[in-house]
């Protein structure tokens, strides 16, 4: 499988993450945010409030990162992000659980979405037999005294 490929099928893997984004005054924010969609390019669609922070955030710098995690497998991307305040997309985009946050349901008027488009990630995949393979390889290379080397299946950095 190509180091792309994993990555993207790594994002889609995901159900949460945390977007940082950059604050008027420079500093990183980041925050935990539903994936409301991963494509097959990795683009990452999440819903927000256009009164939020964050829009005011993207708006005046929309170079994002986004971090996802779970307990074998990370994720690191970077890229673009805009505001898209596309009804059609909401509609198809919808889950009921969201009605916590957009008590009006998906016509909610302060439901808008963003929409990540990365330009580079990087994984690590300790999941299944890869995951039980490094350790072999770390461990042997611990007695010895040596750096445990990693391959594309556990670790890659990603244009994309």
Known sequence: ???QEKLINLIQDFDNAMLVTKT???ALHSRPMA???ATDDGELWFVSDRNSGKIADVTLDNDVAVNMQSSRKFVSL???CRVVDDRGKIESLW???WKVWFPGGKSDP???LLKVEPTRGEYWDNSGTSGVKYLIKAGSAY???E????????NASVRL
């Open 147 to 154: 750096r445990a080397s990693t391959d594309a299946s556990i």
């Open 1 to 3: 499988m190509k180091t």
């Open 143 to 145: 007695l010895q005294g």
């Open 95 to 97: 889950q009921e659980a």
């Open 78 to 80: 970077s890229g673009e």
């Open 24 to 26: 008027a005054d420079g």
């Open 110 to 112: 302060s439901i808008v």
């Open 35 to 37: 994936v409301a969609e």
